[in-house]
């Protein structure tokens, strides 16, 4: 699977996306999925310049493709109340990190955001994720949804 109990920070501290998109970074690195954390990070953030990547109904999905990524990964975290610079208005809690090898980028990024989007689009889903109280609770979640 894509992401497990090492890539989820279930009460993350952090104050800004940047240290948000850096606890994720470095949570992908000690599970062997991203070998160089600045490198990943400043292709994330790089993204984030583009445009926000702030979804709506409070959640973010922040993703990068660089060879810092060894492996395809999901990453997550609750945050308390984010800025994200979204379209909405509204701060983050919920984010979901993508990390994809530049040798894989064309489909399999778009594959895991397209994945990802579609359920959080529901409020079903946006609430379970809220309010799981466990890694293995989340996963359980992220598992019946995205397989």
């Known amino acids: 699977m894509l992401i497990n109990e090492n890539l989820i920070d279930m009460h993350c501290q952090a104050a800004t996306k940047e240290e948000v998109i850096r606890r ?10 991203v070998n160089d954390v600045d490198k990943y990070v400043e292709a994330v953030l790089k993204r984030e310049e ?12 922040p993703h990068g493709k660089t060879d810092a990524v060894n492996e395809p990964f999901l ?4 945050v308390n109340q984010v800025d994200w610079k979204a379209l909405d208005g509204h701060t983050v809690d919920i984010v979901f990190i ?8 064309g489909s399999e990024h778009l594959k895991i955001l397209a994945l990802i989007s579609r359920k959080l689009m529901k409020e079903d889903f ?22």
């Open 75 to 78: 990453g997550f975290a609750r």
């Open 126 to 147: 946006r609430e379970q994720l809220r309010s799981a109280k466990t890694e293995d609770d989340l996963l359980s979640v992220l598992r019946k949804a995205i397989g």
């Open 50 to 61: 583009e445009y926000s990547t702030a979804v709506g109904f409070g959640v973010a999905i």
């Open 24 to 33: 994720l970074a470095l949570l992908a690195a000690e599970a062997g999925k």
């Open 98 to 105: 993508i990390g994809v090898p530049s040798a894989q980028a």
